[in-house]
Each structure stands twice: as structure tokens, then as C-alpha cells.
């Protein structure tokens, strides 16, 4: 068990930077490679580019909670939990079929 995330490809983990605009303001998220491929895949689904799907989330949240104090762990919370639902989501299908 430990082998399978001792032996992660460092590159997952990378940390990457990125400029997004958020409420008409230029800004830079930093998240491991690993969650932005997550944000593509959650963007795309939404039909949405990444930028434009961050953004938008970034308003719904001021509107609904105000302001976020760490919008980065926001971010990697919702791929997490994207994952896992998608994982139960696939379990149910497999388990009906």
C-alpha cells in the first residue's frame, strides 16, 4: 500500500502557477499538476474552460459564504470530492450491473 504513493511520479505533485482573473482582478493560483488535470476534467464536463469554471466558482462562493480565507485549499477540496463521487458513482453502475 505504502509503494503505491511512496512510488508517485514527482511531476503529479509539482506545484504549477497560474494566472486567473477573479472578479475583474489578475491573480496566481498555485496547485500541485495533479488538481489542475482534476479542474480540466470538472471544466470540461461543465463546458467550461478551466479560467472561466474557477472564476465562476470563485463568485458563487463570495455569494454564498463571502469571502474565502484559502480559495487554493477550496480548489483541491472540490477535486477530492469530485474523485470520490465519481468513484461511488462508478461503484453503483458496476454494482447494478
Given at each position: 500500500?505504502?509503494?503505491?504513493?511512496?512510488?508517485?511520479?514527482?511531476?503529479?505533485?509539482?506545484?504549477?502557477?497560474?494566472?486567473?482573473?477573479?472578479?475583474?482582478?489578475?491573480?496566481?493560483?498555485?496547485?500541485?499538476?495533479?488538481?489542475?488535470?482534476?479542474?480540466?476534467?470538472?471544466?470540461?464536463?461543465?463546458?467550461?474552460?478551466?479560467?472561466?469554471?474557477?472564476s465562476t466558482l470563485h463568485?458563487?462562493?463570495?455569494?454564498?459564504?463571502?469571502?474565502?480565507?484559502?480559495f487554493t485549499s477550496h480548489?483541491?477540496?472540490?477535486?477530492v470530492i469530485a474523485r470520490?463521487?465519481?468513484?461511488?458513482?462508478?461503484?453503483?453502475?458496476?454494482?447494478?450491473?
Amino acid at each position: 500500500m505504502c509503494h503505491l504513493f511512496a512510488s508517485q511520479c514527482p511531476d503529479s505533485y509539482a506545484f504549477e502557477t497560474r494566472s486567473i482573473r477573479l472578479n475583474g482582478q489578475s491573480t496566481s493560483l498555485r496547485l500541485e499538476k495533479v488538481f489542475w488535470a482534476i479542474l480540466e476534467e470538472i471544466a470540461a464536463n461543465e463546458g467550461m474552460s478551466v479560467p472561466r469554471f474557477v472564476s465562476t466558482l470563485h463568485r458563487e462562493v463570495l455569494l454564498l459564504r463571502g469571502e474565502v480565507p484559502n480559495f487554493t485549499s477550496h480548489l483541491r477540496c472540490i477535486c477530492v470530492i469530485a474523485r470520490t463521487s465519481a468513484q461511488r458513482v462508478g461503484r453503483a453502475r458496476a454494482e447494478a450491473a
